[in-house]
Nanobody, 123 residues
Framework: QLQASGGGLVQAGGSLNLSCAPA????????MAWFRQAPGQEREFVAV????????DYADSVKGRFTISRDNAKPMLYLQMNSLKPEDTAVYYC??????????????????WGQGTLVTVSS
């Protein structure tokens, strides 16, 4: 129901912009987030944005480098990633939540997931 795109291979210090489009899902009233999963590791929270786009939250590891945004008119979710580091290498997933707004950093609070897009940062 969600299609993530925009991943690829980039050198450390570079930038990528991920997109997430709903295929058959109305997202305008849903909170949305990006998670990532590196090989052999658990899925971890990256960033979340509330339904209106006015409130965001970031993992400490990406704060100041990544920006989450959304355009409910299209509709589309984005993740602008700057100053990328090798440790940012992972499959990135977008997700939606129908939960009441809180920190929403736990993957169990999300009910729809995209298929993931691979980001590889070389040193």
């Amino acid at each position: 129901q969600l299609q993530a795109s925009g991943g690829g291979l980039v050198q450390a210090g570079g930038s990528l912009n991920l997109s997430c489009a709903p295929a058959a899902l109305t997202i305008n009233t849903l909170h949305m987030a990006w998670f990532r999963q590196a090989p052999g590791q658990e899925r971890e929270f990256v960033a979340v944005i509330n339904w209106s786009g006015r409130v965001t939250d970031y993992a400490d590891s990406v704060k100041g480098r990544f920006t989450i945004s959304r355009d409910n008119a299209k509709p589309m979710l984005y993740l602008q990633m700057n100053s990328l580091k090798p440790e940012d290498t992972a499959v990135y997933y977008c997700a939606t939540s129908i939960q009441q707004w809180s920190k929403l950093r736990n993957a169990r609070e999300y009910d729809s997931w995209g298929q993931g897009t691979l980001v590889t940062v070389s040193s």
